[in-house]
C-alpha cells in the first residue's frame, strides 16, 4: 500500500499512543493499570513542544511519526524545563508503586535536560520524536520522516538541532545519518542491578547545504 505523509490529526491519537506504548515497552515496567497513563503523559508532552508533527501512513493506519520544533534559545527552555519537572515531582511524595515510577520516569527528564545544559552548545531547533510502528522497520519510512524533518530545517535556515535518545531505542539509525552523540548518561531504574541501568543520550546533527 502506498505511504502518505501528513500533519498531526486528533483521530490517530489511539494509533499514536499505541506505538509509544509497543515501542518503549511501557506494559513491562509501569505498574499494572498505569502503563497507559504514563505513556498518554510521554505523548501528549512531546506532541505539545513540537511545532511540526508528521505522520507516516498506510491507508488509515499510522506506522510512523515524526515531531520536531525550531528552538530560539535551547539552554533557557531546558532550564525552564527541568524546572517545571522538579516542581511536578516535588507535588508526587507517596511511596506507592505509580508514583515511584512516575517519579522516576521524571527523573530521567531531568537527567536529559542536564546533559543539554552542560553541553553548553548552541542549538536552533530539536527533533521531539521520530518512531516507526514494530512490523515497518527497515521500510525507509524512518528515513522519509527524517528528511521531512530536515527539509523544514532547511527551508527554515537551520543549520544545528539536537535530540535526546536512549539504550532502548535504536541509535545506529542516528549515528548513520551522520548525528554525533555530544552527552551520555545512564540512569538506575532500581536495585543497583546492571539489568535495570539504561543509557540516555544527547546527539547533535548538523543539516548540510544542498
Known amino acids: ?94 511511596d506507592n508503586a505509580h508514583s515511584l515510577i512516575f517519579r522516576q520516569f521524571m527523573k530521567t ?14 542549538f536552533e531547533a530539536v527533533v521531539n520524536l521520530l518512531v516507526v510502528k514494530a512490523g515497518n522497520k527497515g521500510s525507509g519510512i524512518g528515513s522519509k520522516l527524517y528528511n521531512i524533518i530536515i527539509s523544514n530545517f532547511r527551508q527554515n535556515g537551520v543549520h544545528s538541532f539536537y535530540l535526546f535518545s536512549d539504550s532502548a531505542s535504536d541509535i545506529s539509525f542516528y549515528e548513520r545519518k551522520g548525528l554525533k552523540c555530544v552527552f551520555s548518561g545512564v540512569f538506575d531504574w532500581g536495585g543497583n542491578d546492571p539489568d535495570n541501568f539504561e543509557k540516555y543520550y544527547l546527539y547533535a546533527g548538523k543539516v548540510e547545504e544542498q
Open 109 to 122: 527528564r531531568v537527567l536529559s535536560e542536564n546533559m543539554l545544559l552542560a553541553a553548553d552548545v548552541t
Open 1 to 94: 500500500m502506498q505511504l502518505s505523509f501528513q500533519p498531526f490529526d486528533t483521530r490517530y491519537y489511539n494509533q499514536i499512543l499505541s506505538i509509544i506504548i509497543d515501542t518503549w515497552g511501557f506494559e513491562s515496567w509501569v505498574p499494572e493499570g498505569y502503563a497507559h497513563l504514563l505513556a498518554e503523559y510521554f505523548l501528549a508532552d512531546i506532541l505539545s513542544e513540537s511545532s511540526n508533527v508528521t505522520l507516516a501512513l498506510k491507508g488509515d493506519e499510522v506506522v510512523g511519526i515524526s515531531g520536531h520544533s525550531l528552538v530560539n534559545d535551547a539552554s533557557s527552555k531546558s532550564f525552564l524545563r527541568k524546572k517545571r519537572v522538579l516542581s511536578l515531582m516535588s507535588f508526587i511524595s507517596d
